[in-house]
């Protein structure tokens, strides 16, 4: 249909107007408070540019030196998930409407809702002063954050099962936790296995960061090499934070398809 000029009226468009002031103020006190500028943006971006030709070429002797400490992340990532992912499954189990007292069910909410809304680099430096630098404190502050994440997300997969399969277990005088075991635990497996794949890749990229602040693993050998301004050797880390990144979701990819091709929907 061709456009005309009835299409363009001030009376169509006029309440767009309001909008976009808003909008355009709020993007202008945004940048007055973090004194930011079109011109910073523009010179930063250059700047960057230029910093990243002093990177090139990466150092390929620190290479070797860059595998112990990506090892650690990974097994970081891995145990803060599979930690997490246990402790998860309990607490969506108690955060469940239809299978846990009201009470009960409050309770667990409320804690998965605190571990949401603490980050994770304040669990990692609260934990550090318990645990000391190194992965130990990197696993369980994951651990933590997995909870309040999976937590929540199995919780309310739990509340929508099919109960007609609780009803049929609860029928021949099955106990709580055999429900629970036969009929609960079955329908959300395929949520379990989707979430975990999910968290793992996050909990790789989240184990780099904590370890720049204290968890070790190459997020502290990429800090330590900035620090030093052995732009070379960081660049290297970053080069191995990349492979470790798209390997985990590469793989991720691979078993969901292999899940997917033995019939659970994932």
Same mark, same amino acid.
């Not at 130990?136 to 994951?142: D, K």
């Given at each position: 249909?061709? !456009? /005309?000029?009835?299409?363009?009226?001030?009376?169509?468009?006029?309440?767009?107007?309001?909008?976009? &002031?808003?909008?355009?103020?709020?993007?202008?006190?945004?940048?007055?408070?973090?004194?930011?500028?079109?011109?910073?943006? *523009?010179?930063?971006?250059?700047?960057?540019?230029?910093?990243?030709?002093?990177?090139?070429?990466?150092?390929?002797?620190?290479?070797?030196?860059?595998?112990?400490?990506?090892?650690?992340?990974? #097994? /970081?990532?891995?145990?803060? /998930?599979?930690?997490?992912?246990?402790?998860?499954?309990?607490?969506?189990? &108690?955060?469940?409407?239809?299978? !846990?007292?009201? #009470? =009960? @069910?409050?309770?667990?909410?409320?804690?998965? $809702?605190?571990?949401?809304?603490?980050?994770?680099?304040?669990?990692?430096? %609260?934990? *550090?002063?318990?645990?000391?630098?190194?992965?130990?404190?990197?696993? #369980?502050?994951? %651990?933590?954050?997995?909870?309040?994440?999976?937590?929540?997300? &199995?919780?309310?997969?739990?509340?929508?099962?099919?109960?007609?399969?609780?009803?049929? *277990?609860?029928?021949?005088?099955?106990?709580?936790?055999?429900?629970?075991?036969?009929?609960?635990?079955?329908?959300? +497996?395929?949520?379990?296995?989707?979430?975990?794949?999910?968290?793992?890749?996050?909990?790789?990229?989240?184990?780099?960061?904590?370890?720049?602040?204290?968890?070790? $693993?190459? $997020?502290?050998?990429?800090?330590?090499?900035?620090?030093?301004?052995?732009?070379? @050797?960081?660049?290297?880390? =970053? &080069?191995?934070?990349?492979?470790?990144?798209?390997? /985990?979701?590469?793989?991720? %990819?691979? =078993?969901?398809?292999? *899940?997917?091709?033995?019939?659970?929907? +994932?």
């Amino acid at each position: 249909m061709a !456009t /005309t000029l009835a299409d363009f009226s001030p009376k169509r468009y006029g309440k767009l107007v309001l909008p976009a &002031l808003v909008l355009f103020g709020l993007i202008e006190l945004s940048a007055w408070v973090c004194g930011a500028s079109f011109g910073k943006l *523009i010179k930063g971006f250059f700047d960057g540019i230029d910093f990243m030709s002093h990177m090139f070429p990466p150092d390929w002797s620190a290479f070797p030196d860059m595998l112990e400490p990506a090892l650690q992340s990974i #097994v /970081t990532a891995f145990l803060g /998930t599979l930690f997490g992912v246990v402790f998860s499954v309990v607490f969506a189990l &108690l955060a469940a409407a239809n299978i !846990t007292h009201p #009470v =009960v @069910r409050n309770i667990s909410r409320f804690i998965i $809702g605190l571990e949401r809304s603490i980050p994770e680099i304040v669990i990692l430096l %609260t934990l *550090i002063a318990a645990y000391g630098l190194g992965i130990m404190s990197g696993i #369980v502050a994951l %651990t933590l954050s997995c909870i309040g994440m999976m937590g929540k997300l &199995l919780g309310d997969a739990i509340e929508e099962i099919d109960h007609v399969m609780i009803e049929s *277990i609860q029928s021949v005088g099955a106990r709580k936790l055999q429900v629970i075991w036969f009929g609960v635990i079955p329908q959300i +497996v395929p949520a379990i296995i989707s979430y975990t794949l999910f968290r793992f890749e996050l909990n790789i990229r989240l184990s780099v960061i904590l370890g720049a602040v204290g968890a070790g $693993g190459i $997020g502290y050998e990429l800090d330590y090499a900035f620090g030093l301004l052995e732009y070379h @050797r960081a660049l290297s880390a =970053v &080069l191995v934070i990349l492979v470790m990144v798209m390997g /985990t979701g590469m793989l991720s %990819t691979f =078993v969901r398809k292999k *899940i997917k091709l033995k019939g659970a929907l +994932v």
